[in-house]
């Protein structure tokens, strides 16, 4: 099973990033999948959750309107749309990916993240 980041980048303030996330080794198509961030000294937060069939199903308020999150299921692959990015975005952006049976996880996987940093 692999989860691979990728669009990290060093940005300056009002700059746009697409980050995209490529899966391997499981039925991608099952499973929901979600973009969570992590800055130093605290916790992974959730920043936008898909689910397999393309319901956009959370998203953090912090990046309501400006973050947009997809899939495409024929590539296994999701992706994250980050607009006008700012200092308070920089972290380590990990891609999850989360099998339910009903409302019970069965499966989880991460990938190993990559780094945005914003600043001027």
């Known amino acids: 099973v692999q989860l691979v980041e990728s669009g990290g980048d060093s940005v300056q303030p009002g700059a746009s990033l697409k980050l995209t996330c490529i899966a391997s080794g499981f039925t991608f198509d099952l499973f929901t999948m979600s973009w969570y961030r992590q800055t130093p000294g605290q916790g992974r937060e959730l920043v936008a959750r898909?689910?397999?069939?393309?319901?956009?199903?959370a998203f953090a308020d912090q990046v309501k309107g400006r973050f947009r999150i997809s899939r495409d299921n024929a590539k296994n692959s999701i992706y994250l749309q980050m607009d006008n990015l700012g200092p308070e975005d920089t972290a380590l952006y990990y891609c999850n990916a989360l099998r339910m049976h009903g409302m019970e996880p069965t499966l989880e996987y991460w990938g190993q993240g990559t780094q945005v940093t914003v600043s001027s």
């Open positions: 898909i689910t397999s069939g393309g319901r956009v199903t």
